[in-house]
């Protein structure tokens, strides 16, 4: 029996045998070519519409990335007086350090591969589009620019977002695909990038979409339009200091949305009643933010609106996460969830400084919020929780505000109910640019363009721009009275920001007060210091984090204006010796033998 | 069937009969030897070239009939142990008488021994390459249940350490040193089993590690199985293997049937394993009183510590305000719950036998295991076939076929670490809240929930699972199916003999089918979260991996005329082709409360299934060849071109040489009068070149895969910057080696002297700037590194023996040398460590010029006595020579305070003729470690202030020792007296360092994790003298634990690794109940090692980049075994 197996096995193998090897020689490289099932290589890749269109959502969800969105908060705030450490803080050291301005090149918050990440996904696309429309009568000429005004966009955010950060960065708009190519690029400076960037976006700014199909509603705020290239552009030239063109790009933000405002209320899509319109133009001096509620006590729609619904009709661009975590897919905003809390804890790592809380029991020449509304300001309540500094914004659902509680004239904790997201689905948007932002841009633009001192002439050239920056920020600041009817004393006093820096002040505090928590103000400050090219500003703010930081060092850390900037990656200076690194900033490796004296 | 044949044989006579005598078409006959008839010789009709072509059995009475085809053959009659013969077809009957075979006088038998393996078959004395082979005869009888066991200290420069005492676990190999400095591309020697690799791609699966499968490798095979095994060395000897033999090669041959009636041998072992323990812990009692003085100090409150803020320290009653109060009042020993004596038994049969024309040897097994931890269990089935037929004297065919199926029950979580760390003043059941006593919950501290207790536990106990519960309740198993089938035709189409030219073909195809499921289950009773964080998780995958490897060999072997010639040629043509998949599915919530449902289907939420393909495939030409003039100058050469694809079109092939020469002195006309004591002495140099190939496929390419979605859009993104040029790394060896033998082979030395260079090293995950878009590329060829060293390996042959009495000895030790010769600075610079200033950070620093493994650390000098504020005050007021003479005296007294002084050991004073405190990383800029950290304390660690520059920083971090061993080996002795034998194994090592990371952890007293004993004899109160420093809760409360010379221990130790009883009783004693042979065995494993070593076994791996580190893996078991091995 077993041998009769055999010589049937025997005869099999033979035919085996020699079947394969008349194969193997025949194709023998033929043979060892063989492509990944479970990924698709480039020779594949970039042949229809859909290919394109995936690497663009791609670039995208590359910044819903929680490195990336962590960095976001972390270096566009985390220096500021905004912050503190908050609870637990000692769980994340490198945070702790950055909080204590005791950040070396060895923190971890000092790497920058998620923003190099989205700009090398773009680049690819800029790359290999072209290629595409080329063979795909699908793609159009119209969608390959449309493309390429997105990407550029997107591009250009992330390099914003660097050299705020550190200043001088190395540029590339070349993408990165073989290993041969240099990668160890030195820095390019601060204002060239920004020159680049301003130019990039100049020149697509017209191909950019201006509206998304009806039926994708949260692609107009989620993804790039021509208002947010228009927003960009807005913010680039007021750092760059062109404030014609920073003022420019804001009205046409500002008339755009508008348009958009009235093109949806004509639909009947969105917006109220006619009858309450007019209250609400009054109310909001004519701008299509997203407003409160008008009558009633109830108030906090405005925030849920924003920050938890998303593509509201104030949004410009926002980063759109889901809130369901069934939908494993995409990402889930956990970085708010970690740094500002969640319903578990509801401290986060990060807490509102005694600054921000404390300023409530002050009756007058408050800090952060304004004297005059006294209690009624809505962001009082979903800023943060006064009593021990949990920050809400974000971090909470739904934030509703008792306008009779609140409108008492003493401050009252209990005026405000909150639910907090869970631990793990926190479902706010982050939002990148909105019209109360672009508006502050605008005033503060106008602004710099008053003269100064009191000759006549001066008053009378300052005050149309006085105007119509108090125009701006008022419209804001009223926005957030959780008060159906407003008087006249509950409101700002066009009277009592008469000179160029009452306005400045004024401008400047609405603008902490109405973006706070969304990782603008540290970029404010700097870019308020390179203006004046003094750090003093930051200097001051330092002051007021006397829990994690060492005043006496902060005052002579920060003179100079390297200070104000972060260090690079120790890491990344070692494969990058092009790479100069910053001087205010120790490396974190064991220090000379004459620095540790 | 007896009637049958009967009719069938009247049927061919009558046949026969009727035929005419002109042509013969049957014959018939009667064979007997000198006991009368013989039954069932076998009669055959054999051709030229001796193919059978009819064949017939004799009857009861000897008597047979049969066919025949053509007149021109022959007929052959044999019979196991009597003499074949053949005779010509000239009539139709034969009445022959068979002799003895054992009759046969004076007849001389020359063969030679000849290599097996891969290889050419060339005869042993002429292998010209370094391989040292162990025959398991020598191993016969004893009672080894893994090949690595056998092996381990019986090669020279083969270290074998154990990963660690868990059931399943692996083994890490290291011939010759790391071969590798990168973790990808695998650094164990390859293993070769009869010829075939084990190809098997499970990449993609959650499996513990590499070396795990590495294991397994040797794990599927039996030892009992096994015949010989021959570790092969240089690069000459690997150069079949190309690529594949860059960290040397483990040969493995294992038995086949052979002629004889069938033998049956049964082997049972019985194993008792239990695991050495470590250092103590600390009772509950001494937990808390610790945990209390830890939250004092830093702070000075006597609140830190109190009911309020750590309720489950302050053995509370029902009046404290604490619900769990009765869970915290326990002394349990959590390691005493976790372990125990573990089972093993192992049972084996084989059955061997066969015919001429055929032999086969059928093996199976049955393994059933319960680990050292509690709950661990492992079942193992084996089965191997091997059947030899001999279609003629030209053509064999061989079929193999062997299967293993392993069921696993593993640990859910790593229970020993667990226990280790637990707060042992909980309790491991709940009590019943009216009596008090235990009952049969399992108890975990909340982790959720208003009664949550002390948030001080949150980042550390409050995670640690109940290990009793865990192993108890979570489920945690796997299983393997192992197969591979090999076919094997070997066809003589030249000569047959070595007067003849012979030239032999061998063709195989080999398959590898490997199947692996994980079952997870992990149920809500140990986790004490809300549902919605995800509870009663459960997961289940499943891995697939066939690969298919064909292999062709012609083999020339020429006849010369001058016999002083002699030759061996072999062309080989390989062709190797695989793939794996993978898929699993997890999810949690299911609606299980006892465990009864732990499919992941079974209606929880899934959560995230995944899967995955992956293939590959390669070709290998090789060709060799053996040259011997008059036997004693010998020339080898092998030339290997391997195409696979990992690589892209431009560097897809790999050439790989070899040449090794060999010169037998002894066989030299002017050595014969040394002949009667140095019988044999032999030089053998030789070079080649190795490869190494990376781990992964698709690196020239640029890929494209998924990513997270944005909003409704699906997403993609480009996976990794593409190799445009990556080549293979070249491993150049240069080997020289002396073999001697004295006393006619009873006594023989092998020493060996190598130098291995690796170029264009694969450096994995290289990290390349970031603006790149990508943080790393998976390789990059970069670098040069060597590996120097020596072995020395002497056994013996019987070397005493006396009457009944004989004994053998072995020995062997090598020593290895790394050195990096060339790398780019900036990996170089990535490579070494920035120190961060943190308790129990290692530095690790790879220099140029240097071998890996150097500590570096702090001096360390005991614990400071008194605290600064004491001797501050002491000496305020005083002159500056008063407090110089205070200074003087207190040192004469042996005090000690946290100063700083200069080098001469004065005291720094400042201008306010104050001491200076002693600081800690103090950096003018403020970014160093004073700002939160004042300064040292009475208490605190003591360390030397190398540079006195009055304070402890990176600079005062000096060389603390290799981790190196100066010098590895192994010996034995075995002693044989009649039937009786005793073998002993003892493997050692010598002068290497071992940072034992485990005791840091166990003295650190900064968390809240348990502690050894040794914490008893902390610094409580200033004055005390200890070396313990005080307890101080958080990480950067203190820098007592810092990497100093008080952690960094001797890793010397020689270790017996196993002693072993045997006993055979006569196959005379035995014939009444009719077996063949009994052997007793009683071994013990691992029953002491020798070391000053403070950890539970300095056995540590080395060879990274980073020094030997101890993180306290479960040590090596001590076993205990009883077997018994029965022949029919």
Not at chain 1, 85 to 100: A, F, H, R, T
Not at chain 1, 384 to 413: H, P
Not at chain 2, 526 to 551: A, P
Request: aromatic fraction near 10%; hydrophobic fraction near 35%; charge should be negative.
């Amino acid at each position: 029996m077993i041998t009769k197996i055999n010589k049937i096995l025997g005869g099999s193998l033979m035919c085996c045998a020699v079947g394969t090897a008349l194969m193997s020689l025949s194709s023998c490289s033929d043979f060892l070519e063989i492509k990944p099932q479970s990924e698709i290589i480039l020779e594949d890749f970039w042949n229809e519409k859909a290919d394109v269109d995936n690497i663009v959502a791609g670039c995208y969800s590359a910044l819903l990335e929680d490195g990336v969105r962590r960095r976001m908060m972390i270096w566009g705030e985390a220096r500021s007086d905004n912050f503190m450490s908050g609870e637990n803080i000692n769980s994340d050291g490198d945070l702790y350090k950055v909080i204590q301005e005791n950040i070396t090149a060895m923190n971890s918050y000092t790497t920058w591969d998620g923003f190099y990440d989205v700009i090398n996904r773009c680049n690819t696309v800029l790359k290999y589009a072209p290629g595409v429309a080329a063979i795909d009568p699908a793609y159009t000429t119209g969608d390959l620019k449309a493309t390429i005004a997105e990407v550029t966009a997107l591009r250009s955010l992330c390099y914003f977002y660097l050299i705020r950060t550190f200043r001088d960065v190395p540029y590339s708009d070349e993408a990165f695909t073989d290993d041969d190519q240099t990668m160890d690029l030195p820095a390019t400076p601060f204002y060239t990038v920004l020159g680049y960037l301003i130019a990039d976006l100049e020149r697509v700014k017209d191909d950019a979409v201006v509206r998304y199909p009806e039926t994708k509603p949260r692609y107009q705020t989620g993804r790039i339009t021509r208002d947010a290239i228009y927003a960009m552009l807005c913010e680039m030239y007021l750092w760059n200091k062109d404030y014609d063109n920073c003022i420019k790009y804001a009205e046409l933000v500002i008339q755009s949305k508008k348009a958009y405002e009235e093109e949806e209320r004509n639909k009947g899509g969105r917006g109220l009643a006619n009858s309450n319109q007019s209250i609400i133009e009054a109310r909001l001096n004519g701008y299509p933010l997203a407003n409160d509620n008008i009558s009633g006590t109830r108030f906090g729609s405005a925030y849920e609106a924003i920050f938890v619904d998303g593509a509201s009709k104030e949004t410009i661009f926002e980063l759109s996460y889901e809130d369901n975590p069934s939908n494993a897919n995409m990402t889930n905003n956990s970085a708010i969830s970690s740094l500002y809390g969640n319903s578990t804890s509801r401290l986060g790592l990060l807490a509102a400084t005694e600054v921000i809380t404390e300023d409530v029991k002050t009756a007058s020449s408050r800090k952060v919020y304004e004297d005059d509304n006294k209690f009624l300001d809505a962001r009082l309540y979903y800023n943060c929780r006064q009593e021990d500094g949990a920050i809400l914004k974000y971090a909470t659902s739904s934030v509703t505000v008792d306008g009779s509680r609140a409108g008492t004239g003493t401050w009252n904790s209990s005026a405000a109910d909150y639910s907090w997201f869970p631990q793990n689905s926190n479902g706010s948007k982050w939002i990148i640019y909105r019209l109360a932002d672009i508006m502050l841009l605008e005033a503060e633009a106008l602004c710099q363009k008053m003269g100064e001192g009191g000759d006549a002439d001066v008053i009378a050239s300052n005050t149309p721009l006085l105007d119509k920056a108090f125009t701006l920020v008022n419209a804001i600041n009223k926005r957030s009275l959780c008060k159906a009817l407003l008087t006249g004393t509950d409101t700002l006093k066009r009277a009592d920001y008469s000179t160029k820096s009452l306005m400045e002040t004024l401008v400047k505090k609405e603008r902490r007060n109405e973006l706070m928590f969304e990782g603008k103000y540290w970029y404010d400050l700097v870019r308020y210091c390179m203006r004046a090219n003094s750090t003093q500003e930051i200097i001051d703010a330092a002051q007021n984090r006397s829990k994690d930081v060492n005043s006496s060092f902060v005052q002579s850390f920060f003179k100079r204006m390297d200070a104000i900037f972060w260090p690079y990656n120790n890491e990344e200076m070692k494969v990058n010796t092009n790479l100069v690194p910053n001087p205010a900033f120790g490396s974190g490796e064991s220090t000379s033998y004459e620095k540790t004296k | 069937m007896r009637i049958l044949k009967s009719i069938m044989m009247t049927l061919a006579l009558f046949a026969a009969m009727t035929a005419g005598a002109q042509t013969i078409t049957s014959v018939h006959g009667t064979l007997s030897d000198d006991m009368g008839p013989l039954m069932g010789a076998t009669v055959c009709e054999v051709d030229g070239t001796g193919r059978i072509i009819n064949s017939a059995i004799t009857d009861l009475n000897g008597n047979f009939t049969m066919k025949v085809k053509n007149q021109k053959d022959h007929i052959r009659f044999s019979y196991v142990g009597l003499k074949t013969v053949t005779q010509p077809i000239n009539k139709t009957t034969y009445n022959l008488k068979l002799v003895s075979a054992t009759q046969i006088k004076e007849v001389v038998v020359k063969s030679k021994k000849r290599a097996q393996g891969n290889g050419l078959p060339i005869p042993e004395r002429e292998i010209s390459y370094a391989s040292q082979k162990l025959d398991m005869k020598e191993l016969e009888g004893l009672g080894m249940t893994t090949i690595d066991e056998a092996l381990q200290g019986r090669i020279a420069g083969l270290d074998i350490i154990s990963n660690s005492g868990d059931l399943g676990s692996g083994s890490t190999m290291r011939l010759r040193g790391a071969g590798s400095l990168s973790q990808l591309t695998d650094a164990n020697p390859l293993i070769v089993v009869d010829g075939n690799i084990r190809e098997v791609n499970l990449d993609n699966f959650d499996m513990a590690g590499a070396n795990n499968e590495k294991f397994a490798e040797l794990l599927n095979i039996n030892p009992e199985d096994i015949a010989s095994i021959n570790v092969l060395k240089d690069a000459a000897a690997c150069a079949v293997y190309g690529s594949q033999g860059g960290n040397g090669v483990i040969e493995l041959t294992t038995k086949r049937g052979s002629r004889g009636k069938p033998h049956v041998t049964y082997t049972l072992k019985l194993t008792a394993t239990h695991q050495p323990k470590g250092y103590d812990l600390l009772s509950g009692d001494d937990y808390t009183m610790m945990l209390k003085e830890e939250y004092f100090n830093p702070r000075q409150d006597d609140n830190a510590s109190d009911q309020n803020r750590i309720p489950e320290i302050n053995y509370l009653d029902e009046t404290g305000g604490f619900s769990e109060w009765r869970q915290y009042r326990d002394n349990t020993d959590w390691r005493d719950a976790v372990t125990q004596t573990g089972l093993r038994q192992n049972h084996y049969v084989t059955i061997a036998g066969g015919g001429e024309k055929a032999t086969f040897r059928i093996g199976g097994g049955f393994d059933h295991e319960t680990g050292t931890m509690i709950e661990q269990k492992l079942n193992r089935f084996s089965t191997r076939v091997a059947l030899d037929y001999n279609v003629s004297q030209r053509i064999r065919v061989q079929t193999n076929f062997s299967l293993t199926y392993t069921k696993n029950d593993r640990n859910s979580d790593d229970l020993l670490a667990i226990a280790l760390k637990k707060m042992p003043n909980m309790s491991i059941y709940e009590k019943d809240p009216i009596t008090g006593a235990d009952t049969d919950v399992y108890y975990n501290m909340l982790q959720s929930g208003p009664y949550i207790g002390s948030e001080v536990f949150s980042g550390d106990q409050r995670t640690y699972v109940n290990p009793v519960a865990s192993a108890h309740l979570a489920k945690n198993e796997e299983r393997n199916y192992d197969m591979n089938p090999e076919l094997v035709m070997n066809y003589r189409l030249l000569g047959l003999d070595e007067d003849h030219w012979q030239l032999d073909y061998r063709g195989s195809v080999y398959m590898n089918i490997a199947n692996h499921y994980n079952d997870k289950f992990y149920p809500q009773e140990l986790k004490t979260i809300n549902w919605e964080d995800k509870v009663n998780t459960s997961s289940t995958g499943s891995s697939k991996s066939v690969s298919f490897n064909t292999k062709h060999t012609l083999t020339l072997t020429p006849a010369f005329t001058n016999k002083d010639h002699s030759a061996m040629v072999m062309g080989r043509f390989e062709l190797t082709s695989g793939s794996s998949s993978s898929q699993s599915t997890s999810g949690y919530g299911l609606p299980s409360t006892d465990g009864a449902i732990v499919s992941p289907s079974a209606g929880g939420l899934i959560d995230s299934p995944s899967s995955s393909y992956s293939q590959w495939r390669s070709m290998y030409y090789t060709v060799s060849a053996h040259y011997a003039y008059k036997g004693r100058y010998v020339a080898d050469f092998t030339m290997r071109i391997d195409g696979t694809t990992r690589f892209g079109p431009g560097n897809r092939w790999g050439y790989f040489p070899s040449v090794s020469l060999k010169w037998i002195v002894s066989d030299e006309a002017w050595m014969q009068k040394l002949k009667p004591t140095l019988s044999f002495l032999a030089i053998r140099p030789s070079w080649g070149r190795n490869g190494r190939q990376p781990g992964q496929n698709y690196l020239y390419t640029s890929k494209y895969g998924s990513t997270s979605r944005y909003i409704d859009m699906s997403a993609m993104k480009p996976l990794n910057i593409r190799l445009s040029d990556m080549k293979w790394e070249n491993v150049t060896s240069y080997n020289l080696g002396i073999d001697l033998g004295f006393f006619d082979g009873r006594l023989n030395i092998a020493v060996e002297g190598y130098s291995t260079t690796n170029t264009d090293m694969l450096m994995s995950s290289f990290r390349i700037p970031s603006n790149a878009g990508f943080k790393t590329v998976p390789y990059h060829n970069n670098g040069k590194m060597r590996n120097t060293g020596w072995e020395f390996h002497i056994n013996t042959n019987r070397v005493i023996q006396k009457g009944k009495f004989s004994m053998d000895v072995n020995a062997n030790f090598g020593n290895n040398r790394n050195e990096i010769l060339e790398m780019d600075e900036y990996i170089l610079n990535n490579k070494n460590s920035t120190y961060g200033y943190a308790n129990g950070e290692t530095l690790r620093r790879v220099q140029l010029h240097n071998p890996f493994g150097a500590i570096y650390g702090f001096k360390y000098h005991g614990v400071y006595q008194y605290n600064y504020n004491t001797f501050k005050n002491a000496v305020a007021g005083m002159t500056k020579d008063e407090i110089y003479a205070y200074w003087a005296k207190f040192t004469a007294e042996g005090k000690t305070a946290p100063v700083a002084t200069s080098a001469d050991g004065q005291l720094i004073l400042d201008a306010n003729d104050v001491p200076l405190r002693m600081r800690y990383d103090y950096r003018i800029d403020g970014t160093g470690h004073d700002g939160v950290f004042p300064g040292f304390n009475g208490g605190d660690a003591i360390y030397e202030d190398i540079n006195h520059d009055g304070q402890i920083n990176a600079l005062d971090i000096t060389y603390l020792g290799s981790s190196l061993p100066k010098l590895t080996g192994g010996f034995g002795f075995s002693f044989n007296y009649g039937d009786w034998r005793l073998s002993t194994q003892f493997t050692y090592r010598v002068g290497n360092k071992i940072i034992n990371k485990a005791r840091l952890q166990a003295e650190a007293m900064t968390g809240n994790d348990n502690q050894s004993q040794a914490v008893n004899y902390r610094w409580r109160k200033e004055g005390d003298v200890t070396v313990i420093p005080r307890a101080m809760f958080g990480s950067t409360s203190n820098y007592n634990t810092l990497i100093s010379d008080r952690f960094v221990e001797d890793g010397t130790y020689l270790r017996m690794s196993y002693a072993q009883l045997s006993y055979a009783i006569r196959k005379k004693y035995l014939t009444w109940i009719g077996l063949n042979r009994i052997s007793f065995y009683a071994s013990i494993n691992n029953p002491f090692v020798l070391t000053k070593y403070s950890g539970v076994d300095p056995d540590i791996a080395f060879g990274g980049e980073d020094p030997a580190i101890d993180w306290a893996q479960t040590p090596r078991s001590r076993s205990y075994t009883l077997g018994i091995t029965v022949d029919l």
